[in-house]
């Protein structure tokens, strides 16, 4: 069986973005008998943001909820908390050994911070710490660790798949071949979901519209998504349309060319952007529900994730003890 693996980091509620660009296609693959799936709350990631202990925990009860409630099956997926399995720590250390500086001073979320500091005349390493300068080794080590074959993230971490590429070569070159290179699996006619401000939706931008919002605050959030003015005439105008990509993600697919005539025949924003809600809010009202109940019992949350850290350390001590055979460590 191929394996897959994703995790997503405890850093505010689950938003559209998340759910279109790596929990949805993350569920179907794990529903494929091809596949093994990892799934994990990067909790010690959201450390990089989030230092406030009571947070933590709530954010962190939030995300493995969600997951629960969209349909995640810990039966079949080995579902776990980062930092209940020690070996991805050890194991960063080891892949830092082998990483060039250069590497991490060209990844995204760290080039973001600084070129921002520098638009904003302050020092360029301003409100950088350490977890965020380092967050990619970290990242190839939860990859890495568990061999996966494949990644489903959204467009945004591409760029961190070909970091933990490299550091596998870089590994496999020093001591010989050991680790599998990961492959990203992408949605792509997803690609990126914008947030309410056109930037990308982000927990850290604070544009986000959470999937579980209550069904008046998400018709407002829907109401907010910027809108071209100009209305689509064309009928392929409807693959230009944010309102039109997220329906798609969430309507049926008779919907769906119902919606391309409507498009074509050329719908208001006001009433596409009303349907969207429909189909959100359709889609989400069970598992809104499951949620709230999970928020509400959360020894049954620690119990199936203690489960799954067991699981995944079946495989990951024996690896890591592997890995350190091979570096003369033991
Ligand atoms: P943060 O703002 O803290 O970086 P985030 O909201 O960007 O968080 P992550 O926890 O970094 O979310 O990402 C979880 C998964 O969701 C990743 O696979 C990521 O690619 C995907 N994802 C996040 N935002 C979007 C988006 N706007 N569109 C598509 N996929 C997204």
């Known amino acids: 069986k191929q394996r897959v693996l994703t995790g997503i980091k405890p850093t505010g509620r689950i938003h559209l973005g998340n759910y279109v660009g790596a929990i949805k296609p993350a ?8 596949f093994q799936a990892s799934y994990f709350i990067a909790d010690y990631h959201g450390m990089t943001k989030v230092q406030d202990a009571e947070e933590m925990r709530n954010l962190t009860r939030g995300i493995a909820a969600a997951w629960l409630a969209l349909g995640l099956d810990p039966e079949k997926v080995t579902f776990y908390r980062q930092s209940d399995v020690p070996e991805i720590f050890e194991l960063t250390w080891i892949l830092s050994c082998v990483t ?17 500091n520098k638009g904003a005349g302050q020092e360029v390493d301003h409100g950088v710490n350490m977890g965020v300068y380092t ?13 996966a074959d494949k990644v489903p993230v959204g467009k945004d971490q591409l760029q961190h798949i070909e970091i933990a590429r490299d550091i596998a070569g ?23 979901v914008p947030g309410l401000d056109g930037r990308k939706m982000s927990k850290s931008y604070n544009n986000t519209i959470p999937l579980f919002e209550e069904p008046a605050k998400l018709k407002k959030l829907i109401n907010k998504i910027k809108t071209d003015s100009s209305l689509p005439t064309d009928p392929k105008d409807h693959d230009q349309s944010v309102i039109f990509a997220l329906y798609r993600e969430f309507a049926s697919q ?9 498009f074509r025949d050329g719908i208001s924003w006001g009433e596409a952007k009303a349907e969207l809600f429909h189909a959100i809010n ?24 203690a489960r799954g850290a067991q699981r995944a350390r079946e495989t990951t001590a024996p690896f890591l003890t592997e890995i350190k055979k091979k570096i003369g460590i033991l």
């Open 27 to 34: 569920l179907k693959l794990a529903e494929s008998e091809e």
């Open 100 to 116: 060039p500086k250069g590497l991490m001073n060209r990844a995204h979320a760290y080039k973001a911070m600084t070129d921002g």
């Open 135 to 147: 967050y990619p080794v970290l990242m190839a080590s939860d990859i890495l660790l568990f061999q």
């Open 170 to 192: 870089y590994f496999n070159k020093q001591y010989g071949g050991t680790f599998k290179l990961p492959e990203h699996f992408i949605q792509e006619q997803s690609a990126v």
């Open 254 to 262: 008779e919907e769906v060319s119902v919606m391309k005539d409507r």
């Open 282 to 305: 359709g889609k989400m009202t069970g598992p809104r529900e499951r949620y709230m109940e999970l928020m509400g019992s959360p020894e049954k949350m620690e119990a199936i994730l």
